[in-house]
C-alpha cells in the first residue's frame, strides 16, 4: 500500500466509492424493476382491442410478470349472478379445479378477498384451513398472493397470483399488484359492457332479420340504408338504392306515405299495390338531436290474402242476398208459371190444328218454360253452399253463364260467338264458382261493348284443351283497358264503373275462385279494340 491508498483507506474515500456505486446499482435495478412494471401495465392496456380475449390478457401479463417476479400461475375469479366462480386460468393446463367452481362463502381465502376488498397471501406453512389449501398443495404452489379486482368501486372478482417459490413482496411490489389487477378489472368490465353491447346488436339484428314482414330504413332523400330479408325477398331492391319513383308508383292509388312523412314529420300509413298484391305500408320517422328526420322506417305488410277474403265475403253477401229475393221472386213466380204453361200446354193438344192459334200457344210455351229455367238457374247460381270439388266440365260452366246473360247482353245488340271444345276433358272443381266466373267475365265484356264506339259489337267464347289445362277465353272487340289501371284491375274495390254499375269486386273474386283451382287468370287488352280474358285450371292427375 503505497501513500496515497493508505490517506484514501483513512480518509475513507474509497469507502464512499464503493457505498456510492452500490447504491447507484440498486437504483439502476430499482429503475428496470419499475420500467417492466410499467411495461406490463401497458401490455394490460394494449391487450384490451374489439376482438379481447381475457384468456391472451393473462397469457401475455403472465410472460411479462416473469421477467420480474417468480410467478408460475395466474388466475382469475369472477362474480356470476352474485356468486364467486373460477373464470380464467393460465397456463391452461395448471389446474386443479375446474372451471366455473364455486368459493364457498366460509372458509375460502378467495371469498374473504372478494367480500373484504383487502390483500390477502398465502403461504404453504401457514395452518389455515382454507378451501384452496389442497388444491394450492396439488399444484405446488408454496405461495399465492390474492387481489381484489375492482371497477368503478365495485369488486367485480379475485385475482390470483401464484409462485412455486417463496415469492415475497414488499410494499412498493403490493402496490403495484393492485395497480395491475385494478388494470386487469378496468379491462374485464370493458369487456363484459362490449359483450353486452355487441350481444344486444346482434339480437336486434337478428329480430330485424327474423321479422316475417318487410322493414326498410330510408335515407330522407330516398336511399335504402337497410332492410330486413323480407323486404330483399319481396321487393327488388339493394342498399344504396332510391325507392321515390317505386313509391311514387305503388302509391298511385294514394298519397305516397314515405314523402307525406317527410313533409309532415309524423307516422304515415298508405296501401300500397305492385304486382297484384296489396300492401298495408306505414312509415315512421326518425329524429336526429337537431330535431330534423335523419331516416324514415318503412313498414310494410302484405295484405293481399285478406282483401282477397274480405272481398268474397262480401260478394257472397251479395250472392245471399239475390239467393234470398230469388228464393221469394221464384216462389211468387212459379205458381202463375205453373198456371200459364198448363193451360197453353192444354190449350196446344184442343188447338193443334188451328194454324193461327198454334204459333202464339208454341211462343206462350216456350216463354213460360224458358222462365222456368232462369229462375232455377238464378237459384242455383246463388245458393250458398261450401264449396266442393267434383270432375266437370268448363263447357258447361260456360252454357250455365249464357243461360244467365245471354238475354241480357243480346238486348244490347251484342252477337255471341261461341266456340266450345266438345272433347274438353272433365276437369276438378266446382262448377257453380266456374258459373260465377264465367256470368263476370261475360257481364265485363257487354258493359265494356256497351259504350264502345263500334258498329259490329261481338264476345267471341272459346274453350279448348292446352298444356294439360282446360281453357276458357272470353274476348271483346270493345274499348280496351288503360294501361294506367291494367295492374290495378284484379285488386278488390277496384273499378272503373260508375257506382250504379260496378262494385270492383267481380275480377277479384274470379281471381281468387282460380287460384283456388290451382289456376290462373290473365287479361290481353289493347286499348281502343278490345280485351281478353283467360282463365285457365289445370289437369293436374292429383286434382282428378
Known amino acids: 500500500m503505497n501513500r496515497l491508498e493508505m490517506i484514501d483507506l483513512l480518509t475513507g474515500v474509497q469507502s464512499s466509492k464503493r457505498n456510492y456505486y452500490s447504491e447507484l446499482k440498486t437504483t439502476v435495478e430499482q429503475l428496470k424493476k419499475k420500467n417492466s412494471q410499467l411495461e406490463i401495465i401497458n401490455e394490460v392496456m394494449r391487450s384490451f382491442t374489439v376482438d379481447f380475449s381475457v384468456a391472451h390478457m393473462l397469457e401475455n401479463s403472465l410472460a411479462k410478470l416473469k421477467t420480474v417476479y417468480s410467478i408460475d400461475r395466474v388466475s382469475a375469479a369472477l362474480v356470476d349472478e352474485h356468486k364467486l366462480v373460477l373464470s380464467y386460468v393460465y397456463p391452461e393446463h395448471d389446474i386443479y379445479l375446474e372451471k366455473n367452481t364455486l368459493f364457498p362463502k366460509k372458509d375460502s381465502l378467495y371469498h374473504k378477498v372478494f367480500t373484504t376488498g383487502q390483500y390477502a397471501v398465502y403461504d404453504e406453512n401457514g395452518d389455515d384451513a382454507i378451501f384452496e ?85 330510408i335515407a330522407p332523400d330516398g336511399t335504402i340504408l337497410s332492410r330486413n330479408d323480407a323486404a330483399r325477398l319481396d321487393w327488388p331492391f339493394d342498399i344504396g338504392e332510391n325507392i321515390g319513383q317505386f313509391m311514387e308508383q305503388a302509391a298511385r292509388s294514394t298519397e305516397d306515405p314515405f314523402q307525406m312523412t317527410i313533409q309532415t314529420k309524423k307516422p304515415q300509413s298508405a296501401e300500397l299495390h305492385y304486382k ?56 211468387e213466380l212459379n205458381n202463375p208459371l205453373t198456371a200459364i204453361i198448363g193451360n197453353t200446354q192444354l190449350l196446344l193438344r184442343t188447338q193443334s190444328t188451328n194454324k193461327d192459334i198454334k204459333p202464339l200457344l208454341d211462343d206462350i210455351d216456350q216463354c213460360g218454360k224458358r222462365c222456368r229455367t232462369i229462375i232455377r238457374s238464378l237459384l242455383a247460381f246463388s245458393r250458398q253452399e261450401i264449396p266442393t270439388f267434383k270432375p266437370c266440365s268448363l263447357s258447361d260452366a260456360v252454357t250455365e253463364a249464357l243461360r244467365l246473360t245471354r238475354r241480357q247482353i243480346e238486348q244490347h245488340h251484342i252477337s255471341i260467338e261461341v266456340d266450345l271444345d266438345p272433347a274438353l276433358p272433365l276437369l276438378n272443381g266446382n262448377l257453380q264458382q266456374l258459373v260465377q266466373v264465367a256470368v263476370n267475365l261475360l257481364m265485363n265484356a257487354k258493359d265494356a261493348l256497351t259504350i264502345a264506339p263500334v258498329d259490329e259489337k261481338k264476345i267471341h267464347i272459346q274453350t279448348e284443351f292446352q298444356n294439360e289445362s282446360a281453357i276458357l277465353s272470353i274476348a271483346d272487340n270493345g274499348i280496351g283497358i288503360a294501361k294506367e289501371v291494367l295492374d290495378d284491375i284484379f285488386h278488390p274495390f277496384f273499378t272503373t264503373k260508375d257506382a250504379d254499375n260496378g262494385t270492383g269486386l267481380g275480377l277479384s273474386v274470379s281471381l281468387g275462385i282460380a287460384q283456388a283451382h290451382d289456376g290462373t287468370l290473365s ?14 285450371i289445370p289437369l293436374s292427375a292429383e286434382r282428378l
Open 523 to 536: 287479361v290481353t287488352t289493347n286499348e281502343g279494340s278490345g280485351t281478353t280474358f283467360s282463365l285457365s
Open 133 to 217: 389449501k389442497e388444491g394450492f398443495r396439488h399444484l405446488g404452489l408454496t405461495s399465492v398472493h390474492l387481489f381484489p379486482l375492482k371497477s368503478s368501486g365495485k369488486t367485480i372478482g379475485v385475482l390470483s397470483l401464484g409462485s412455486r417459490k417463496n415469492l415475497q413482496c414488499d410494499e412498493d411490489d403490493i402496490t403495484f399488484f393492485f395497480h395491475f389487477a385494478d388494470q386487469i378489472a378496468v379491462c374485464m368490465e370493458n369487456a363484459r359492457l362490449y359483450g353486452e353491447v355487441l350481444a344486444g346488436k346482434q339480437q336486434w339484428e337478428e329480430t330485424f332479420r327474423a321479422v316475417s314482414d318487410a322493414i326498410l330504413i
Open 276 to 331: 297484384n298484391k296489396i300492401y298495408d305500408c306505414s312509415c315512421y320517422p326518425l329524429f336526429g338531436i337537431d330535431g330534423s328526420i335523419d331516416a324514415v322506417i318503412l313498414y310494410r305488410k302484405d295484405v293481399t290474402e285478406k282483401r282477397l277474403m274480405e272481398a268474397q265475403l262480401m260478394h257472397s253477401g251479395q250472392l245471399a242476398a239475390i239467393g234470398e229475393m230469388a228464393a221469394g221472386v221464384a216462389h
